[in-house]
């Protein structure tokens, strides 16, 4: 079953407030494996009401797909065993690295080169071989470039062609790319392949400088992410779109204000669609 229309990430923390009705409001949730796997007791039995009432997809923290170890398979065959017993059909990961000799719960710029599009691409193979399953891959936000060779576009590209993995287009991580490192985002979105975006992500930031945005879900999407998201949507069609909040976690209610927003915009651009009237200003 292919996902459809607005999402959201399931914290522990959303659970007493989420269950044991989870909202209608949301089309579907999101996991990352590695927070669920080792959890017995009450969290499992929690998790397994959730997968039973909606649909579910998985976005992992611990692939480390572009780093030189080794994968780790012991970890892939256990997040092949998670999806299949909660019949989830998609995992993502970021395209990016977390371990060099030991894990450095940090997620790490990958160096834009051909060597490295190379590396990863094989290693994205042999990820689908083992989960038996296309990988999804999520631009990630970065603060250095190392060895830079070629553009974040067409670094990102490269992969997509030469991999055959899908892209998780996180709309957050490329505005605060774009103010990063001064490109833009918008040319970033004309630029990528019409058929890569599976499904997408968008969130909250910090403003650390005017010219240095910070990753952190922490906060509320600000507008100018909700109009890239709108402009996404009218590239590329309207895609699945999924809401992520990692910290200062408000209460259910005002997230599903955030997960309405999505609705509202995916509806807008469809409706722009269907009427072939000229896009308008999102409210």
Same mark, same amino acid.
């Given at each position: 079953? /292919? ?23 949301? *089309? ?17 039995? /929690? ?21 030189? %170890? ?17 019949? $989830? ?39 689908? %071989? ?8 999520? +631009? ?8 830079? /060779?070629?553009?974040? $576009? ?22 605060? +790319? ?28 910090? *403003? ?26 009218? $590239? ?12 200062? $976690? ?34």
């Amino acid at each position: 079953m /292919q996902l459809t229309g607005a999402g959201l990430g399931l914290r522990r923390e959303m659970l007493d407030e989420a269950l044991p009705v989870l909202p209608q409001e949301v *089309d579907f949730w999101e996991v990352a494996p590695e927070n669920w796997i080792p959890m017995g007791g009450r969290f499992s039995k /929690q998790l397994r009401a959730c997968t039973e009432q909606a649909q579910f997809t998985t976005h992992g923290l611990s692939l480390s797909i572009g780093s030189c %170890d080794p994968l780790d398979t012991d970890l892939l065959k256990q997040i092949k065993q998670f999806i299949q017993q909660h019949d $989830i059909e998609l995992y993502s990961e970021h395209l990016s690295y977390c371990s060099a000799d030991g894990h450095m719960y940090d997620l790490l710029p990958i160096p834009f080169t051909t060597q490295s599009v190379k590396h990863v691409t094989d290693r994205i193979h042999q990820v689908q %071989d083992i989960l038996k399953r296309p990988l999804v891959l999520e +631009n990630t936000s970065y603060y250095l470039a190392p060895d830079q /060779q070629m553009s974040e $576009i067409e670094f990102t590209n490269a992969i997509l062609k030469q991999s055959g993995c899908k892209l998780l287009l996180d709309v957050n991580n490329l505005y605060v +790319n774009s103010i990063n490192h001064a490109y833009d985002p918008y040319l970033f979105l004309a630029e990528l392949p019409k058929d890569a975006v599976v499904y997408g992500h968008i969130a909250g930031h910090y *403003d650390e400088a005017i010219d240095l945005k910070v990753d952190t879900h922490g906060t509320d999407v600000i507008e100018p992410v909700w109009q890239l998201l709108a402009t996404a949507y009218r $590239i590329h069609g309207v895609f699945p779109t999924l809401l992520e909040r990692d910290f200062n $976690i408000p209460p259910l209610a005002e997230l599903l204000k955030e997960v309405a927003r999505i609705k509202q915009i995916q509806l807008t651009v469809n409706n722009e669609k269907t009427s072939g009237v000229r896009p308008g200003q999102l409210v």
